[in-house]
């Protein structure tokens, strides 16, 4: 196989899997050097506790890669593309809610040994309130554009 014969779907994947191998390699590369992953001092996050929504947003990405593939129903607004929209947009909010609400809530129980268990820590940042808005946007999408072909179709 040349490289010009690799598809879109393929290229957009191999991309995604990089992606998550970098992601591995940033969390615990630098772990390696300095033993356990959970630090003495209880104020640090272990390096797993921040690769869950990036994980969960890569696989979004695949969902979305999808959407190219020439495999796929062959028309815009499929059966297959609304499901992988809604998939997608679904994993966005998912990963959002984990980055704001459950990582930091972790985090802190982790910090705090198990100790104080009341109350949700939330870490709203810009990033992370942009993806869940994406994601409500590609649920919307799909649902719009599936209402859309289900038009389309009556007139012809």
């Known amino acids: ?28 590369l630098p772990g390696f050097a300095q ?11 272990p390096a797993w506790l921040a690769l869950i929504s990036p994980f969960i947003y890569v696989l979004a990405l695949w969902f979305l890669a999808g959407l190219i593939s020439p495999s796929s129903d ?3 607004f499929g059966r297959l593309a609304v499901r992988n929209l809604r998939v997608a947009g679904g994993l966005l909010l998912l990963g959002s809610w984990t980055a704001i609400i459950l990582e930091p809530s972790v985090h802190h129980l982790i910090a705090n040994q198990f100790v104080e268990m009341a109350g949700v ?20 999408l799909a649902g719009r554009g599936s209402q859309l072909k289900e038009q389309l179709d009556s007139f012809v």
Do not use: H, N
């Open 121 to 140: 820590r939330l870490a709203i940042e810009m990033d992370s309130a942009v993806l869940f808005v994406l994601g409500l946007l590609l649920i919307m």
């Open 74 to 76: 062959g028309e815009a």
């Open 1 to 28: 196989m040349t490289l010009l014969a690799i598809t879109p779907t393929v290229l957009a994947r191999s991309v995604i899997v990089v992606l998550g191998a970098l992601i591995l390699f940033d969390a615990f």
């Open 35 to 45: 033993g356990p992953d959970i630090p003495a001092d209880g104020d640090t996050p």
